[in-house]
């Protein structure tokens, strides 16, 4: 199991530490880092300023969001970027959700989720391998563009810079059964929001017949400490927000992931609250069982034993969001 960084996205500004700590992974030989977005910092000038001051590190996006940009400006991105760190870039891509997509972006929620990713994906690979111009008669992506405003001047064109390589690795963050089993079909990679080594079975009809080298990708929090409680708040801080706030109270995927994963009465008890402005109480209503089974928090030795749990499953790498220097030490001595 290869261990990679997660720096998530920025909050009220820069984290002045994101570089050491990438700077620190690969010294200690993590294979990745990994940063995100939401509706304040972009996933990809992080990403290119920490390839910038490293040297080996694969880089990747978990996630960027599909609605932040046509499928062929991604790809522009992901190419420029692949070129600018020798091979590095992987690239890693979600929907997000309706709150998001059509409050942030100003877009419509796709109605069909999975075509809608479908399109995306065939779009972006399309850019990577040049093999011609790039042509769809997509449902929601169409290259040329031929809608009723068109003018119909639109022409087929391939990328001028000739990507560095066509099979960059493209994976997916995806929730529902259905798109998790559509991943495995159309992607290199899954990046599971949430993954328990002791609930394999609540993916397990979605991740039948893998394809060899199917990346498996899960991020969790991971924390040295003496006391586990208070090692878990910033979990269930982090739990509570996006099953209390990451969404519609009638449409939240991580609420409904949470449920599917055996937690459907708490997670709809979270959603009551933070959605009642109670945002406290939200965070103290997760329970510490789902936010321990999803984490590697407390002493060395315990943070050891559960590690096993995660080895002995399908997760190829465990992406990890440390937020220290010397829990990074820890993990990287206990996955040696």
């Known amino acids: 199991m290869r261990l990679g960084l997660a720096l998530g996205y920025w909050g009220r500004g820069p984290d002045p530490r994101h570089l050491e700590l990438a700077r620190e992974a690969e010294r200690l030989g993590y294979d990745s880092v990994w940063t995100a977005e ?9 990403l290119t300023w920490i390839a910038a001051h490293t040297s080996r590190i694969r880089l990747g996006t978990a996630i960027a969001q599909m609605a932040a940009r046509s499928p062929t400006t991604t790809a522009m991105h992901t190419l420029t970027l692949d070129h600018l760190s020798g091979g590095r870039m992987m690239l890693g891509l979600g929907l997000s959700g309706p709150q998001v997509v059509e409050g942030w972006y100003g877009r419509p929620f796709p109605r069909s989720p999975l075509t809608a990713t479908r399109e995306y994906v065939d779009v972006v690979r399309q850019v990577l391998r040049r093999e011609g111009p790039v042509e769809t008669e997509g449902r929601f992506h169409a290259h040329p ?23 960059l690795p493209i994976l997916l963050g995806a929730e529902g059964p259905k798109n998790i089993a559509q991943t495995t079909r159309i992607a290199d990679g899954w990046l599971p929001l949430y993954w328990s080594p002791t609930r394999t079975d609540a ?26 409680a208070e090692g878990l708040l910033p979990v269930k801080a982090m739990l509570g927000f996006y099953i209390g706030g990451m969404g519609h109270a009638k449409r939240n995927f991580h609420a409904d992931l949470m ?21 406290e109480e939200a965070v ?46 820890v993990l990287a001595e206990l996955n040696s």
């Open 38 to 46: 939401s509706w304040g910092s972009d996933a990809f000038t992080p």
């Open 145 to 167: 563009y031929r809608g009723e405003d068109a003018t119909g001047l639109g022409k087929p064109l391939k990328p001028i810079t000739h990507p560095l390589r066509a099979d």
């Open 203 to 228: 993916y397990e009809a979605s991740l039948t017949d893998l394809p060899e080298d199917f990346v498996i990708a899960p991020m969790a929090r991971v924390t040295v400490c003496d006391d586990v």
């Open 259 to 279: 449920a599917r994963m055996g937690y459907a009465d708490e997670a709809r008890r979270v959603q009551e609250l933070f959605l009642a402005g109670r945002r």
């Open 284 to 329: 103290l209503a997760v329970p510490d069982a789902f936010a321990d089974e999803i984490s590697l928090v407390g002493p060395r030795g315990r943070i050891a034993e559960r590690l096993e749990l995660w080895r002995k499953g399908p997760v190829t790498d465990l992406l990890v969001l440390a937020p220290d220097p010397h829990t990074l030490r």
